[in-house]
């Protein structure tokens, strides 16, 4: 039993401190981007780049908006790296997609000044990093709550030996 609680522990710490790990690299790469992309800017989806993942009946497409702004007067249209939300239904061997965030929309936007084509979108970013972090948090959290009583208190625990007088 107890060597079962060892692994549970160490298995859904691991776990945990990987997510730990992949949120921090997120973080990381948010610091950079924000630090570099200092100028705020309104960008339109000017279309979507398709892109088909996966094979065979697990294939799906995935939508990557192209961001038409101007910086200093000059235009700019850039393929953001991350797929935009959308929604597919099936109909008859017909599927049908509609984009949540429609072409020609507005949008907020951050943009490196000194490579106007280094584009952020601040909510969508700091959202990448809250799921790995909440995620490794609560795995964290699972592998100290799966300790039995005497092992946390393991610290404060005395061993008493038992003397027999003869």
Not at 4 to 19: D, R, T, Y
Not at 49 to 58: A, F, L, R, T
Not at 89 to 108: A, C, P, S, Y
Not at 137 to 161: H, K, Q, S, W, Y
């Amino acid at each position: 039993m107890e060597r079962f609680l060892n692994v549970q522990f160490f298995g859904l710490l691991a776990f945990g401190l990987i997510f730990v790990v992949i949120a921090f690299v997120y973080l990381r790469r948010y610091l950079k981007i924000n630090k570099a992309c200092t100028k705020h800017v309104t960008a339109s989806i000017a279309d979507y780049d398709s892109e088909i993942k996966g094979h065979g009946s697990k294939r799906e497409t995935r939508f990557y908006p192209v961001l038409s702004y101007t910086v200093n007067g000059k235009q700019y249209k850039t393929r953001y790296h991350t797929a935009l939300p959308s929604v597919t239904v099936g109909i008859g061997g017909f599927k049908l997609t509609k984009h949540i965030n429609k072409k020609r929309e507005k949008m907020e936007i951050q943009v490196d000044p000194d490579d106007p084509k280094q584009i952020a979108i601040p909510a969508k970013s700091i959202a990448l990093l809250s799921i790995p972090l909440l995620l490794g948090l609560l795995f964290v959290f699972a592998a100290f709550i799966t300790l039995p009583r005497d092992a946390r208190d393991a610290g404060a625990v005395v061993n008493i030996e038992e003397t027999t007088e003869e």
